[in-house]
């Protein structure tokens, strides 16, 4: 098994002009809790331009889906994430869930409302806010999600 090159695959976003949020764990790490995360979780910016960059990027990736790895990421794929579908990916890289909708994920423009931009090696990168974070967290409920909610509010005190 080899590890994730999720700073590849960042770079790779942010190279190929993808605007995106970044959910879940690695959000989490950047914000300052580090914990085990097997994938990068993002929420794209839903205009038709953004998610066709989107689309080549991941087809430069030579994405495959990752319920399927010996199907290729392609034009199918792509008019999923039009219509506002979800989409789990596998890339040398590393896996990529792309939300489109989610029951307790906000959309795209309420995430980026107030994201927080970090800069990652000379790349900025928007990450949902502690907030938004802790209310997808409970939302969701499942014990790791809990344990996420307790690390931020940690943080939180931490930095009061």
Same mark, same amino acid.
């Given at each position: 098994?080899?590890?994730?090159?999720?700073?590849?695959l960042? /770079? /790779?976003?942010?190279?190929?002009? @993808?605007?995106?949020?970044?959910?879940?764990?690695?959000? #989490?790490?950047?914000?300052?809790? @580090?914990?085990?995360t &097997?994938?990068?979780?993002? @929420?794209?910016? %839903?205009?038709?331009?953004?998610?066709?960059?989107?689309?080549? /990027?991941?087809?430069?990736?030579?994405?495959?889906l990752?319920?399927?790895?010996?199907?290729?990421?392609?034009?199918?794929?792509?008019?999923?994430?039009?219509?506002?579908?979800?989409? *789990?990916?596998?890339t %040398?890289?590393?896996?990529?869930?792309?939300?489109?909708?989610?029951?307790?994920? %906000?959309?795209?423009?309420?995430?980026?409302?107030?994201?927080?931009?970090?800069?990652?090696?000379?790349?900025?990168?928007?990450?949902? *806010?502690?907030?938004? #974070?802790?209310?997808?967290?409970? /939302?969701?409920?499942? %014990?790791?999600? &809990?344990?996420?909610?307790?690390?931020?509010?940690? #943080?939180?005190?931490?930095? *009061?």
């Amino acid at each position: 098994m080899t590890l994730p090159d999720l700073r590849g695959l960042f /770079a /790779a976003l942010v190279a190929a002009e @993808v605007d995106f949020v970044v959910i879940g764990g690695i959000a #989490l790490g950047l914000h300052g809790f @580090v914990r085990a995360t &097997e994938d990068l979780d993002i @929420v794209p910016n %839903p205009e038709p331009a953004n998610l066709d960059r989107l689309c080549t /990027a991941l087809e430069a990736e030579r994405a495959t889906l990752l319920l399927n790895p010996s199907r290729r990421f392609g034009s199918r794929e792509g008019w999923m994430l039009q219509r506002g579908r979800n989409v *789990s990916i596998a890339t %040398p890289r590393g896996d990529l869930d792309i939300v489109r909708t989610l029951p307790g994920v %906000p959309d795209y423009a309420t995430l980026d409302a107030d994201a927080q931009r970090y800069d990652l090696d000379g790349m900025t990168v928007k990450v949902a *806010s502690p907030a938004r #974070l802790a209310e997808m967290k409970r /939302a969701r409920g499942t %014990p790791q999600d &809990e344990a996420d909610v307790e690390a931020l509010r940690a #943080l939180d005190e931490a930095s *009061s």
